[in-house]
């Protein structure tokens, strides 16, 4: 009886602990490096707008085309001001078709001066392929051609590795006076 009680609290503890990971894993899978600050605003309030396209490859071919190599990647998203802040209007992530896989970024996000964040796409994701992407809408109270995106991407397998960088390209870009 004494067995069978420590037993059944045994099993509760550990699978409250399971519950507690998974949903700080959730937390982490959208934002790996710290609490980012989602504001409401008005949009139209905003003066300057930007799409950018940046790619991200969640795997590429190796050997005769056929075999894949599973790839994480890091989408940075930085301020490279040192004054004026923007916002991050959203960050949808697509596979290689054009076909929406997830929109990482679904609220406007205050990115203060010189402040980053970062998007991370599994290892185990397989959706995106080697043409995946990401587009990115931002905007600021006034012109501003302040934010750096890039997405880095790494994997190892045994003692091969391979690491690589991609920089957004502009697609829109809007300017109200």
Known sequence: MKYSFCLILIVLAVSCGVSDKKVVREVKRSHPSHIYNFVDIDTAQLKYYETDYLPVYSDIYYQDGTKRFPITATISIRNTSLIDSA?????SY????????RAYIDSTL???PL?????VVEEKESEG????NFIIDWGAKKYADQILIQSVMISTYGQQGVSFLSEAKIIKKVTKE
């Not at 697509?94 to 929406?100: A, M, N, R």
């Not at 392929?129 to 995946?132: F, I, L």
């Open 94 to 101: 697509y596979d290689s078709y054009g076909k929406l896989i």
């Open 87 to 91: 916002f991050i209007i959203s960050a």
């Open 115 to 119: 402040e980053s964040i970062e998007l």
């Open 129 to 132: 392929g080697a043409g995946a």
């Open 110 to 112: 205050l990115l203060s």
